[in-house]
Every structure is written in C-alpha cells, then in structure tokens.
C-alpha cells in the first residue's frame, strides 16, 4: 500500500502529529493563502512554537509484506524567526529526521525507530532512511526539533514531499518450502531459513 497524501494536499489526514516537547500548534501552509514555504505542490504541513525548544512530528502506517525493504524520504524547512528572507536558523541547534519503524509501532521514543538526520540550514533540506520490514505494516514519521539549551522567541517545521520507495520482499528458492524468518543483529538484518535435514 502507498504513502497517502504525501504532500498534504488533501489535508492532515491519515497522519497524526505528536509532540515531544510542549506541544505546538499544527497547521497547514497552503500558497492559495500567500504561503510560501510549500516544497511540492500546493501546500505542506506545519509546526509552529512561541518561547519554547520545538520538537514535534507526524506518523503514518502503512501496509506492507514482511521482508520488503523500504526507503522513506522528506523534505523540511526549519525556521528561526518570521522571516524565511532573515531565517537565523543556524545560530542555535537545529534537526530534521526521517524514521521507520519496521514492527509497525507509533511511538517515536521507542528502540525501534531508525531514523536519518540533518541539520537545518537556510533553505530546505532532506533526510532519507531505508529499513526492512518486520511485520505486515511500518511506521514513517517526521520529525522537527528547534532550540535546545535555550527557547527561540519563533520557531517554525515545515515539512513536505514525502515519498516511501517499496521494494518487494526476496522470493523464495523454486520449490523451496521452509519457512524464513528476518532477526534483527543490531547494525544489519539476518534471514534465518530453517531447511529439514533429509536422508543420505
């Protein structure tokens, strides 16, 4: 099954935003009102957060066959200030990241999570991840962090054209007929095939 609504052009919906600091408003940009921190299309989704560190995100699920291997990408604009013409962006920590979680969980705390970073600088910037999935549906989320030690007066996320690339899972052998199974080895993944013994 496909990303939905990639760009946000129909809206928030099926992606549900989250915050790990206190919470931020969320909203669209949309260029049919004068925005202009869309990537892609018309508009894009954004966070914004007054006197205080913003860190907020969206997920997504999405059907998959175990074993594939994915690829999800993004795009973010990550702002300091109102001004995208004087964006101070640089002068105080900054992250955008992109992460999958291959068992399908929603909680971008856990373990789970692989995630891709880069820094924000003055213009847009992209964060890919792959991974390979372990159950019949994973987890993409967006992730925005602006300020640390100390709160920016306006921070802004902007985050737009997501893609998720899906390569289907190896088949097996012909006339193979044993199950395999993928282990996690903590830096790679490994297929496990449990093959009967037959008769000399």
Not at 116 to 127: E, F, R
Request: hydrophobic share 45%; with cysteine.
């Amino acid at each position: 099954m496909p990303l939905i609504n990639p760009s946000y052009e129909d809206g928030l919906f099926p992606w549900t935003p989250y915050h790990l600091a206190d919470p931020a408003e969320v909203n669209l940009e949309d260029r049919a009102t004068g925005a202009r921190l869309v990537f892609d299309g018309q508009k894009s989704l954004r966070f914004v957060q007054k006197w205080q560190v913003l860190h907020s995100g969206a997920y997504q699920r999405v059907a998959v066959t175990p074993g594939a291997r994915l690829t999800f990408q993004a795009s973010a604009y990550l702002l300091y200030g109102d001004n995208p013409d004087a964006n101070q962006i640089e002068s105080l920590f900054s992250k955008f990241r992109v992460g999958i979680d291959a068992t399908g969980g929603v909680e971008p705390r856990s373990d789970s999570v692989r995630w891709a970073s880069t820094p924000g600088q003055v213009g847009w910037v992209t964060a890919r991840v792959s991974e390979i999935a372990l159950a019949e549906a994973v987890t993409v989320f967006l992730d925005g962090q602006v300020g640390l030690d100390w709160a920016p007066d306006l921070a802004v996320a902007v985050f737009d054209a997501c893609a998720l690339t899906i390569f289907s899972a190896p088949a097996p052998a012909p006339g193979a007929d044993f199950p395999v199974t993928i282990r996690d080895a903590g830096d790679h993944y490994e297929l496990v095939a449990r093959i009967p013994k037959t008769a000399p």
